[in-house]
């Protein structure tokens, strides 16, 4: 299993302004990856974050509104820029299980409100 | 969208019944998965049930798969309080057996009430 945090746990933002998101794991994982759960939703798929490449983005999303750094094995960081209350969502990271590489084990999330 | 859909998308019960949701989806599989969400925060892994299976359980958990459906159930048995939570079915893609590209269902709140 993975132990996984993330700061801030939550935050109220100004539309216009960026906040950065980071995870925590407390071992060593190739890939990391970024959800998004708006309200009520279910959790939708941001990027995937390599450890030495660049992040790999999924339709709708692009590097400019949600820049991913991955410095390391252990650590990944997730900026939402030039913020709008369309914005306000729950952002998650996980990692894949290292044994089966099926399943995925999550950080207690980010809740956004951007005013 | 590939997103599977999940019914229904609220279940009320009391405690000591039994809850089932149902998750459909769209594609190929390799495996498909349950996950817990308790009031927002992360998901927890609760079972996985591989395409060339029909049924599976973990202890109060039982997951069935129908791939010519493309459908399963979670039962879970004599609920308690603390299983409230929204549950979401993810399925794991064929062709893979990474995780790169699980597809999440829109998920199931259920409130156990005592």
């Given amino acids: 299993s993975a132990v996984i945090s993330q700061k801030p746990s939550r935050d109220i933002c100004q539309r216009g302004t960026s906040l950065t998101i980071q995870c925590q794991v407390d071992s060593q994982v190739t890939m990391m990856f970024w959800y998004r759960q708006q309200p009520g939703q279910s959790l939708t798929l941001i990027a995937t974050a390599n450890q030495g490449s660049e992040a790999t983005y999924e339709s709708g999303f692009v590097i400019d509104k949600f820049p991913i750094s991955r410095p390391n094995l252990t650590f990944s960081t997730l900026t939402v820029s030039n913020m709008s209350p369309e914005d306000s969502s729950i952002y998650l990271c996980s990692v894949e299980d290292k044994g089966t590489r099926e399943t995925q084990y999550f950080g207690p999330g980010t809740r956004l409100l951007v005013l | ?114």
């Fill in chain 2, 1 to 114: 969208s590939q997103q599977g859909e999940e019914d229904p998308q609220a279940l009320s019960i009391q405690e000591g019944e039994n809850a089932t949701m149902n998750c459909s989806y769209k594609t190929s599989i390799n495996n498909l998965q349950w996950y817990r969400q308790n009031s927002g925060r992360g998901l927890v892994h609760l079972i996985l049930i591989r395409s060339n299976e029909r049924e599976k359980h973990s202890g109060r958990l039982r997951v069935t798969l129908d791939t010519s459906k493309k459908s399963s159930s979670l039962l879970i048995t004599a609920s308690r309080a603390a299983d409230t939570a929204s549950y979401f079915c993810a399925t794991g893609p064929w062709g893979g057996y990474n995780t790169d590209k699980l597809i999440f269902g829109t998920g199931t709140r259920l409130q156990v009430f005592p």
